[in-house]
């Protein structure tokens, strides 16, 4: 059973940072993309970043870019999002996820398994 389990989110204060893990199990991930989505209370569910393992292509949302940066280097079942400089816009349920046709296909949208969901919540 593929299953990827989410770690790290937590209750933090604006301007903080916080480290989100994701581990991959039941199947190998290094030949996909692995990334993350979040969903804020009464919002759609939005792409945060993907990326392959290697770290060559590497995508994020707009909202995020130069605040969240995401990495696979610690292995293949692997990925982490560091998140700085965190707003009260940041508060969100944070999703893992993961696609067989890459980065670039979670960043359409089509994603071929979720994690559980962890919660971030910035407060002012």
């Known amino acids: 059973q593929v299953q990827l389990d989410e770690s790290g989110g937590g209750l933090v204060q604006v301007g903080s940072s916080l480290t989100l893990s994701c581990q991959g199990s039941g199947r190998a991930f290094g030949s996909a993309g692995m990334g993350w989505f979040r969903q804020a209370p009464g919002k759609e569910r939005e792409f945060v970043a993907s990326s392959t393992w290697s770290g060559d292509r590497v995508y994020y949302g707009d909202s995020v870019k130069g605040r969240f940066t995401i990495s696979r280097e610690t292995d293949e079942n692997t990925v982490t999002l560091q998140m700085n400089n965190l707003e009260p816009e940041d508060t969100a349920v944070y999703y893992c996820?993961?696609?067989?046709?890459?980065?670039?296909?979670?960043?359409?949208?089509?994603?071929?398994?979720w994690g559980q969901g962890t919660q971030v919540t910035v407060s002012p």
């Open positions: 996820a993961a696609a067989a046709g890459g980065p670039r296909t979670l960043r359409a949208g089509v994603v071929d398994w």
